[in-house]
């Protein structure tokens, strides 16, 4: 298919009079459409990386990051609608997804008419992929979340390594929250694996979330095609603008997500010796304690807002990392209550990760029931 549009920089780049776009050159500031590569944005983008992952990778030699292997979306979502549009056909596709992990890979699967293939995690912290089964099913990819969402979690790096080496189908990656989770990204095994598609997002640990920015990181044929069923022009110019500027500044974001990753490990470390929680699970960008509703209930009442079985998981709760007085607000909310604290929580069953709280206190300490990313 050929795209209906053209995707190279304007015309005055080549320092060409633009008749080509039907601009009105009587209109105001606004009135030239925005550059449809966003080449100038990819190069901040890939500087920015380079500073701001906290266990970076290295590339196979040779390799260059750029407009040709990055494609700048409108946030992570819509590179993973992109990724349906352009390497599933409807009804005759299917892919593998690991619950319990993001919905919107069964949203956009039941949009496009995509058969789902649930393989579920496996491990006592749901980190563990079941390759064997994975292999051997009739799709076209595996969708996995890494760190998880909801779990919290990062999968074993040598099953998605396997993975990779031995599915010859796509093998989707979204890492929204890998800059939080202290591992490397697994872009850098892009060069070396064409059928690898990592997805990113600038709403989270970059902190941009109004501007709704995300990347597809692929070979450069895969970008091409999604290339081609993209929408013209999709970044607004002011947005392109204002991420330009935040990008321009990598020391500081680097230095912004080292200290959430710090308070978000010393909230799951409070949460993790309060009454009504279980396990917390914290190597993301937000928190996850094996709780009930009742939980989530209270925490309402104390004003504040929480994700109850998130993603459709039951028994736990996700909650974000907010300002420290408003964490440390919440942790004083759930030592005072006393309408819990002579409950036990309920043991773990085989489909939820972890040790309960009381597995905890038999080994003699509160904290070991938080797994997260120690700084």
Not at 136 to 164: F, M, S
Not at 303 to 320: N, Y
Request: aromatic fraction near 6%; proline fraction near 10%; hydrophobic fraction near 40%.
């Amino acid at each position: 298919m050929r795209s209906a549009f053209p995707f190279e920089p304007p015309p005055g780049r080549h320092d060409l009079i633009n008749l080509r776009d039907n601009e009105n050159p009587f209109g105001g500031p606004q009135r030239h459409y925005p550059d449809n590569t966003n080449g100038d944005l990819v190069a901040a983008y890939v500087r920015a990386l380079d500073v701001v992952e906290v266990a970076p990778g290295s590339d196979t030699p040779g390799w260059h990051w750029g407009a040709d292997n990055i494609l700048i979306t409108r946030g992570a979502a819509d590179a993973l609608d992109l990724v349906f549009r352009a390497f599933f056909d409807p009804g005759a596709d299917a892919v593998a997804v690991t619950p319990p992990t993001f919905a919107i890979f069964d949203e956009l699967a039941t949009v496009y008419g995509v058969a789902r293939r649930p393989v579920p995690l496996l491990g006592e912290d749901l980190d563990r992929l079941d390759v064997g089964r994975l292999m051997k099913l009739p799709v076209k990819g595996v969708l996995l979340c890494d760190p998880g969402n909801p779990t919290g979690t990062c999968l074993a790096p040598e099953d998605v390594l396997l993975l990779l080496d031995s599915f010859d189908g796509l093998v989707v990656i979204d890492e929204a929250y890998v800059e939080c989770s202290g591992r490397p990204s697994y872009r850098h095994l892009i060069p070396d694996h064409p059928n690898l598609v990592v997805l990113r997002s600038m709403s989270k640990a970059l902190g941009m979330a109004a501007l709704r920015l995300g990347a597809v990181l692929a070979h450069p044929e895969l970008v091409l095609a999604l290339r081609k069923v993209r929408l013209p022009f999709a970044l607004p110019g002011p947005v392109t603008a204002q991420a330009m500027n935040e990008l321009s500044r990598p020391a500081l974001l680097r230095a912004q997500i080292e200290t959430f990753a710090e308070e978000r490990d010393r909230f799951a470390a409070e949460l993790a010796r309060c009454p009504g929680v279980g396990r917390v699970f914290a190597e993301a960008g937000f928190v996850t304690v094996e709780g009930d509703a009742e939980l989530a209930s209270l925490l309402r009442l104390a004003g504040f807002d929480t994700l109850p079985e998130p993603m459709g998981w039951p028994g736990h709760v996700r909650i974000s990392i907010g300002r420290p007085s408003d964490n440390s607000r919440l942790i004083a909310a759930l030592k005072t209550t006393t309408a819990r604290t002579s409950r036990t929580p309920q043991p773990a069953r085989p489909d939820r990760p972890g040790q309960t709280a009381r597995e905890a206190q038999t080994a003699g300490s509160p904290p070991s029931r938080v797994k997260g990313h120690q700084t």
